[in-house]
T-cell receptor, first 110, second 115 residues
Framework: DADVTQTPRNRITKTGKRIMLECSQTKGHDRMYWYRQDPGLGLRLIYYSFDVKDINKGEISDGYSVSRQAQAKFSLSLESAIPNQTALYFC?????????FGQGTRLTVV | AQSVAQPEDQVNVAEGNPLTVKCTYSVSGNPYLFWYVQYPNRGLQFLLKYITGDNLVKGSYGFEAEFNKSQTSFHLKKPSALVSDSALYFCAVRDMAGGYNKLIFGAGTRLAVHP
């Protein structure tokens, strides 16, 4: 089993719909992150959390919200999806200098 | 703010030839630098990191990277490329702003190794 698991792996949703992307980890790390990947832009940080009570905005948090339900779970929500949120989304965890990534969720907003 | 730049969108190399994927950085303080690789339909995998010490860092799959402080560069290298090295490569720098440890990524460089 993967150490960092993202669900769903692929999702197509309509504009205006609410959608949640989930991430769970078995590494026991306190730090969790959500990134989005767009061609030519690399990975950009959306939100990060250093423990259950600690949530911080990244560089592109507008239109997104997160929930840290437990040390092992960190969910990303799009309250009202829009087409420019079509991207590949990655969850990551870290306990030190190295980060461990999930396999990604490919989200398409039509 | 910390940042990294990858000046090449794509690098093409013949199998067996040496490869270099370029990265330059801009940081305040001592840089913590990383290389990650992304294979098709996969997440990012850690290749190597520079924190301190020897300027030549060895990593996974035969890759290495050379830290050059005067040129603010951290280029990824491999002496002999394999077709299976074809992937998307990301350089990253650690950002400690606000006391939080985050990774800031470059735009990525696609490496294509031709038989």
């Amino acid at each position: 089993d993967a150490d960092v698991t993202q669900t769903p792996r692929n999702r197509i949703t309509k504009t205006g719909k609410r959608i949640m992307l989930e991430c769970s980890q078995t590494k026991g790390h306190d730090r969790m992150y959500w990134y989005r990947q767009d061609p030519g832009l690399g990975l950009r940080l959306i939100y990060y959390s250093f423990d259950v009570k600690d949530i911080n905005k990244g560089e592109i948090s507008d239109g997104y919200s997160v929930s840290r339900q437990a040390q092992a779970k960190f969910s990303l929500s799009l309250e009202s999806a829009i087409p420019n949120q079509t991207a590949l989304y990655f969850c990551a965890t870290s306990a030190g200098t190295e980060a461990f990534f999930g396999q990604g969720t490919r989200l398409t907003v039509v | 703010a910390q940042s990294v730049a990858q000046p090449e969108d794509q690098v093409n190399v013949a199998e067996g030839n040496p490869l270099t994927v370029k990265c330059t950085y801009s940081v305040s303080g001592n840089p913590y630098l990383f290389w990650y690789v992304q294979y098709p339909n996969r997440g990012l995998q850690f290749l190597l990191k520079y924190i301190t010490g020897d300027n030549l860092v060895k990593g996974s799959y035969g890759f290495e990277a050379e830290f050059n402080k005067s040129q603010t560069s951290f280029h990824l290298k491999k002496p002999s490329a394999l077709v299976s090295d074809s992937a998307l490569y990301f350089c990253a720098v650690r950002d400690m702003a606000g006391g939080y440890n985050k990774l800031i990524f470059g735009a990525g460089t696609r490496l294509a190794v031709h038989p």
